[in-house]
């Protein structure tokens, strides 16, 4: 036990007694009784250092936790500034590019509609289906089967009824 170094104290403490109190069953007691000493302070010093273990654990990872927050924060800080900077420029150039809207007065809107009406009175009546259309020729009437491809969905002939 002395060579091992662990009972240093317990060995003094042996050694400094009375010889007539160093018999087989006294030393049996004493080192039973050293030897629970050391298994629960070694017992205790095993718990303490999880605990610390387990403490260091917990405070890196606050930190490391904070530490990423702290980045994500000033990334996201960064990448909001850099968007409304960009929608602003892009509002700005669209306002540029932008014409101006032309309004247009009732007397234009009264002139616009008596030419529209004066070409539809001038037009002249199609032979070919009766009707007047101002914005095509006769050759460009759908009523011709040459034309048939520029009719509209849902197109009734008036020779068919």
């Known amino acids: 036990m002395k060579a091992t170094g662990e009972f240093d104290p317990a060995v003094r403490e042996w050694e400094a ?3 007539a109190e160093k018999t087989w069953a006294n030393i049996k007691t004493f080192i039973s009784a050293e030897y629970a000493k ?6 205790l010093s095993a718990k303490q250092f999880r605990a610390n273990a387990i403490q260091e654990t917990a405070e890196a990872t606050e930190e490391l936790i904070a530490t990423l927050t702290e980045a994500h924060t000033r990334q996201m800080e960064t990448l909001v500034k850099s968007t409304t900077e960009a929608m602003k420029e892009m509002m700005l150039l669209l306002k540029e590019s932008k014409a101006p809207e032309q309004k247009t007065t009732d007397e234009e809107k009264k002139k616009k509609r008596d030419e529209k009406r004066k070409r539809y009175n001038d037009a002249p009546v199609c032979k070919h289906c009766g009707k007047k259309h101002p914005s095509k020729t006769e050759d460009e009437c759908w009523e011709l089967e040459k034309n048939k491809a520029s009719r509209p969905s849902g197109w009734k ?3 068919s009824t």
Do not use: R, V
């Open 38 to 43: 050391e298994n629960k302070q070694n017992k």
């Open 157 to 159: 002939s008036t020779k």
């Open 17 to 19: 007694k009375p010889a």
